[in-house]
């Protein structure tokens, strides 16, 4: 007579195909993990670069071509080291420019961050209008035309 039941050889089988499906899972879940993490660190570094820039946007005399840096308070950052570096520079002029002349000048902000070993970049550029000075001509090195 014939009992009811699995083999060993069923139970065996279904063992390893559940096992499979969890460690499938398990590194599914841990990928998913790692890549919030790393989305949460753009999300923050993206508001502060936006922030950065709007208070450079909002400075009137910020010095043409030349480089602005500064650091982050590493509890703004998530505890990390991070840091900003901005460049203004005309980005266009007439021809005919001297004092009063409006152009257009571009605010190239770098923000930077360690993630573990690597140093991780996040750039914005921006663009104002200004209108320009005798200061601001003698800065470029050129006369007024």
């Known amino acids: 007579m014939r009992t009811r039941g699995f083999t060993l050889l069923e139970v065996l089988v279904a063992t390893l195909i559940m096992g499979l ?3 499938g899972l398990l590194s599914a879940i841990s990928t998913s993990m790692r890549n919030a993490a790393r989305l949460t660190d753009y999300d923050r570094v993206a508001m502060v670069a936006r922030s ?9 005399r910020l010095p043409e071509l030349s ?4 650091k982050y308070a590493p ?4 505890g990390t080291e991070a840091g900003w570096r901005a460049r203004v520079s005309p980005f266009e002029m ?3 420019r001297g004092p ?6 571009r605010i190239e902000l770098e923000v930077w961050w360690m993630a573990g070993e690597k140093r991780r970049t996040f750039t914005l550029d921006a663009f ?4 320009l000075r005798e200061s601001d001509l003698a800065g470029m090195g050129k006369q007024p035309q």
């Open 67 to 70: 480089i602005l840096e500064g």
């Open 128 to 131: 104002r209008r200004k209108r």
């Open 100 to 105: 009063g002349t409006a152009i257009l000048e």
């Open 21 to 23: 499906a969890v460690v």
């Open 52 to 60: 950065q820039m709007d208070a450079l946007l909002t400075t009137r």
């Open 94 to 96: 007439p021809p005919g």
């Open 75 to 78: 509890a703004l950052m998530g």
